[in-house]
């Protein structure tokens, strides 16, 4: 039972231009959202949260916004750099534990 | 500050022998989580446990898989009498003493590798 949806594999965009990513959730417990970042052979770095009170939280170049009605967040990196080609992981919490979606891919173009 | 610390970072075993993979969480960190992800897919849950306590272990197969966090030493997950569909990587994380809304800082991982 996939609680957590990102329904895009893999994203491609041009350096400078905004990244835009998207996840879907379906339990309404959820209280607590996290965009991680993943590198090949690496672990998932915590990059932006938010709570589930918000429904927009910015760091940098990096905003999450939240819609709970639609049970929809979503993750604006501006402007794309080329470290930012990755694997993403968008992740809820329910109480302590972490429900993550498959991860979308990012390629930035130069 | 050292990261979570994980090794060993890739591990090949036959099947039928017996996976350890440890895990060393970050200091002044007592909750431990355990995820396992497969080929193509995000992280599942499998593990909780705090110091000498197992808190919730519902991600995990019932047979063949243990995992412990004693009081001195790591976080062991041990797998027994490995298949091949057990290959995949297995993230440990931890957070500190309240997990509340804390972000989860995790190792880099254990590759395993069942041949």
């Known amino acids: 039972d996939q609680q957590v949806k990102q329904n895009s594999p893999s994203l491609s965009v041009q350096e400078g231009r905004i990244s835009i990513l998207n996840c879907d959730y379906t339990?309404?417990?959820?209280?607590?959202f996290l965009w991680y970042k993943k590198y090949p052979a690496e672990g998932p770095t915590f990059l932006i949260s938010?709570?589930?009170?918000?429904d927009k939280n910015e760091d940098g170049r990096f905003t999450v916004f939240l819609n709970k009605s639609a049970k929809h967040l979503s993750l604006h990196i501006v402007p794309s750099q080329p470290g930012d080609s990755a694997v993403y992981f968008c992740?809820?919490?329910?109480?302590?534990?972490?429900?993550f979606g498959a991860g979308t891919t990012v390629t930035v173009r130069a | 500050n050292a990261g979570v610390m994980q090794n060993p970072r890739h591990l090949v075993r036959r099947r039928g022998q017996e996976a350890r993979l440890r895990c060393s969480p970050m200091?002044?960190?007592?909750?431990v989580y355990w995820y396992r992800q497969l080929p193509e897919e995000g992280l599942k849950f499998m593990v909780y446990?705090?110091?000498?306590?197992?808190?919730?272990e519902s991600g995990m197969p019932k047979e063949r898989f243990s995992a412990e966090f004693p009081k001195e030493g790591p976080s062991i997950l041990r797998i027994q009498q490995v298949v091949r569909g057990d290959s995949a990587a297995y993230f440990c994380?931890?957070?500190?003493?309240?997990?509340?809304?804390?972000?989860?800082?995790f190792g880099q991982g254990t590759r395993l590798t069942v041949v």
């Open positions: 446990l705090q110091k000498e306590n197992i808190i919730d």
């Open positions: 200091k002044g960190h007592s909750h």
């Open positions: 339990n309404s417990m959820f209280d607590y």
């Open positions: 938010i709570s589930s009170i918000k």
């Open positions: 994380a931890s957070s500190p003493r309240d997990p509340g809304l804390s972000e989860a800082f």
């Open positions: 992740a809820a919490k329910d109480d302590y534990k972490l429900s």
